[in-house]
């Protein structure tokens, strides 16, 4: 069974920035394209980016234009690098496969106060 561990969250103040780290279990990243979800308080979880393997990662709407995503295979980890955060963005981050077929992770918790 596939684990996932994202770390790196915490409190920051608007404008600010923060990096997230995801690190699988070994082989992971070489099955499936990857993402980056988030879930805000009372909100549905949404897709932020997929790392498709040996293409370009693809962003969605949501956050575009203020993260960047790096993966390394042969760690199995991927970051999330955000930057000019919004109150709006304060929300519990993870990882996952897009789509997410694996067991979710506790996540890492990111609140932006204004």
């Known amino acids: 069974q596939v684990q996932l561990v994202e770390s790196g969250g915490g409190s920051v103040q608007a404008g600010g920035s923060l990096t997230l780290t995801c690190t699988a279990s070994p082989n992971t990243f070489t099955r499936t394209a990857m993402g980056w979800y988030r879930q805000a308080p009372g909100k549905q979880r949404q897709v932020l980016a997929t790392a498709p393997r040996g293409s370009d990662i693809a962003y969605t709407d949501i956050m575009k234009g203020r993260i960047t995503v790096t993966t390394d295979t042969a760690r199995d980890s991927m970051v999330l690098q955000m930057r000019n955060l919004k109150p709006e963005d304060t929300a519990v981050y993870y990882c996952?496969?897009?789509?997410?077929?694996?067991?979710w992770g506790q996540g890492t918790e990111v609140i932006v106060s204004s």
């Open positions: 996952n496969a897009v789509p997410p077929i694996h067991p």
